[in-house]
């Protein structure tokens, strides 16, 4: 199994842009498909994209695609996710996930322990 550890949450202010990591370890990283989830209080865990083994083919969550980038780069272990013209209902712990397959929904099989971001004024 691969282990995960997100980095680069923070606080932005509105408009304002981030990117996040997603580094794995212990196992071969191009056998795992990759996403982003994120959980704002009070609401349920939520997809936000998800990215295949080799990158090749990518899916948003219709209320983030154009603001929100998912990108991986296999030699170096690491998923990101540029996040541009943030909002403050943006503001959530995002989640790193992965599973050994491309397909099957939105169920993911291994998470991070998160990263908190907030936007605000």
């Known amino acids: 199994q691969v282990q995960l550890g997100e980095s680069g949450g923070g606080l932005v202010q509105p408009g304002g842009s981030l990117r996040l990591s997603c580094a794995a370890s212990?196992?071969?990283?191009?056998?795992?498909?990759m996403a982003w989830f994120r959980q704002a209080p009070g609401k349920e865990r939520e997809l936000i994209a998800a990215?295949?083994?080799?990158?090749?083919?990518?899916n948003y969550a219709p209320f983030v695609k154009g603001r929100f980038t998912i990108s991986r780069e296999n030699a170096k272990n690491t998923v990101y996710l540029q996040m541009n013209s943030l909002k403050p209902e943006d503001t959530a712990v995002y989640y790193c996930?992965?599973?050994?397959?491309?397909?099957?929904?939105?169920?993911?099989?291994?998470w991070g322990q998160g990263t908190q971001v907030t936007v605000s004024s």
């Open positions: 212990g196992r071969t990283f191009s056998v795992y498909a």
């Open positions: 996930a992965a599973r050994d397959r491309d397909y099957g929904g939105s169920s993911y099989d291994l």
């Open positions: 990215i295949s083994k080799s990158g090749g083919v990518i």
